[in-house]
């Protein structure tokens, strides 16, 4: 445990060492989620409530999924996978920490310093540009925590079992964009999965995508009714269930054809 | 100068050849690329389904608008690979440049053809399909002077965002590490250049016409294809100013790169 934290504190000093980046980062979000808000100002036009979503909501949904692109790391990368090819996983399996755990250990502390810098400064940056919803409920406050720790954790374990195809192929680059453009647009980070037709976001429904954004998103909104907010709950805690267990299996099974060579 | 081109052509070349070794793999990144790209039309055509248009433009008519950016900038993309400023800073980071310079071949040249991301092919491939789709279902009404200034156009968009990219890397002579906000203009740039710009706060318009002037590079020329009414009020030559935009693009983004150039110091790696 104390061998975790000490992982999570490293990776976070480090993340916090590239500030220009940090802040550089935070305008392209910024300018990108204009842009986003924008098309869905100019797509409402007139109307007042679309599918149980006013534009209020969309505007503050942008926001939002704009502010968690770093804390989510929505766009995937393949950092895990990379340390497959070029052998230095070889120094990671050594550590006295497991190999996933490890690389937990490594998101989070990344995530933590991105929640703060992109997401809640982002919020108030954003705030100045456009007027959001905020909930008035405690309840729902806490509600909204616990499912973005959730959506967080599917986003982890998603970009891991992506990263884990590494130990098969010797260049995952490919798939890996296909894999995260996929759940780009099946979480609802593109568009609200609320806005689409239903029958997609019936289709999504199947997939673990909409609990990595669009669930705490519904959430903060309040748009659930109890019995659909269970619901959303139970579909990030199956589907969290299934993602750690593929992950688990596939490196036990990836670790054994596992080659480094030396040098 | 036929000189440069000839080597040029050899540069890109031998990218080529490399990057084609393995045909299947090749192919299968091109196809990825085009469905990967696809993604924000599709799901901007999935939200058409409720909300029908966007400021008064029909999806097809949004087709003709996305297909001419994402083919231009895609190509833009595929031709200036070299000066991605993802693969630039590395070069001015490892002093990779310095090796070009002792070279008697123009810098220009040599950074062109240091690198070219053949797979970026597929998102060309998309704009087109886009662009296509685009005009079948709008039916433009093609005279003479359209049909002759749609290729103008594009070559003009590709020049624009080339251009865009080279300063974005010269900016890495002094900061080294690259700037993330340059994506803020290119990738920003194409979805910017994505939507009917009238749906944009009046700052942000503004920034636009006057000092990065994008709203001339594809949404007026679209405008005047589909014989749309324009919402701004610019005079009828609006559409027209495309090639003069272009043409001041370059000649910045050549007189910074040679200034950046003239300034550069080395980091001694």
Same mark, same amino acid.
């Given at each position: ?103 937990l ?38 509600? @909204?925590?616990?499912? %973005? =720790?959730?959506?967080w954790? $599917?986003n &982890?374990?998603?970009?891991? +079992?992506?990263? !884990? /195809? ?44 909409p ?21 959303? @709950?139970?579909?990030? %805690? =199956?589907?969290?269930?299934? $993602?750690? &267990?593929?992950?688990?299996? +596939?490196?036990? !099974? /990836?670790?054994?054809r596992?080659?480094?060579?030396g040098? | ?5 000839k ?34 039309f ?107 200034y ?49 749906i ?70």
């Open positions: 445990m104390q061998a975790f934290l000490k992982i999570v504190g490293i990776s976070a000093r480090q993340q916090m060492t590239y500030r220009t980046a940090l802040v550089a980062g935070l305008f392209t979000n910024l300018f990108f989620g204009i842009l986003r808000a924008s098309l869905l100002i100019a797509l409402y036009q007139g109307e007042t409530s679309v599918n149980g979503m006013d534009v209020g909501g969309a505007i503050t949904y942008v926001a939002l999924s704009q502010a968690m692109i770093a804390y989510l790391t929505i766009f995937g990368n393949t950092e895990m996978g990379r340390t497959v090819s070029d052998g230095s996983i070889a120094s990671d399996l050594i550590k006295p920490v497991h190999f996933i755990l490890l690389w250990g490594r998101d989070l502390g990344r995530s933590l310093v991105n929640f703060v810098v992109r997401g809640l400064f982002f919020i108030g940056l954003f705030s100045l540009f456009y007027s959001l919803y905020y909930p008035l409920e405690i309840g729902r406050w806490f509600l @909204f925590f616990v499912s %973005l =720790i959730f959506s954790l $599917l &982890f374990f998603w970009r891991m +079992l992506v990263n !884990l /195809g590494a130990f098969w192929s010797p260049d995952i680059q490919g798939f890996a964009r296909l894999a995260f453009g996929f759940s780009q647009l099946f979480s609802g980070f593109v568009l609200p999965l609320r806005l689409l037709p239903d029958w997609f976001s019936r289709l999504s429904n199947w997939t673990p995508f609990g990595m954004m669009n669930h705490p998103m519904e959430v903060y909104l309040g748009i659930y009714s109890p019995s659909q907010l269970l619901g959303a @709950f139970g579909h990030q %805690l =199956i589907w969290l269930f299934i $993602l750690v &267990f593929l992950c688990l299996a +596939l490196f036990r !099974l /990836g670790i054994r596992l080659v480094i060579q040098g | 100068m036929i000189y440069s081109i080597i040029l052509w050899l540069l890109l070349k031998t990218q080529i050849r490399s990057q084609t070794q393995y045909r299947l793999s090749f192919l299968a990144d091109v196809f990825t690329t085009a469905i990967f790209s696809s993604i924000y599709l799901a901007f055509a999935l939200i058409l389904q409720r909300f029908e248009t966007v400021a008064g433009w029909t999806l097809g008519e949004i087709a003709f608008l996305v297909g001419m950016t994402e083919t231009s900038f895609a190509f833009m993309d595929l031709l200036f690979s070299g000066f991605d400023p993802d693969s630039f800073s590395p070069m001015v980071r490892m002093g990779s440049l310095d090796q070009f310079m002792v070279r008697p071949v123009s810098l220009t040249i040599q950074v062109l053809g240091s690198r070219l991301i053949l797979r970026r092919m597929g998102r060309v491939l998309e704009g087109l399909a886009v662009l296509a789709f685009g005009i079948v279902t709008t039916q433009p009404d093609w005279t003479w002077l359209k049909t002759f749609l290729p103008v156009v594009l070559v003009c968009q590709v020049i624009c965002m080339g251009s865009i990219f080279m300063m974005g890397s010269t900016i890495t002579f002094w900061t080294v590490e690259r700037i993330e906000a340059v994506n803020i203009l290119t990738y920003g740039g194409n979805e910017l250049m994505s939507y009917p710009m009238n944009y706060p009046r700052w942000l318009l503004f920034i636009f016409t006057y000092f990065v002037p994008f709203i001339f590079v594809n949404f007026y020329p679209t405008l005047y294809f589909l014989d749309k009414p324009d919402p701004l009020n610019f005079p009828v030559f609006a559409p027209f100013l495309t090639p003069l935009v272009a043409i001041g693009m370059a000649l910045a983004a050549y007189w910074f790169w040679g200034y950046g150039l003239r300034h550069y110091q080395s980091t001694g790696t």
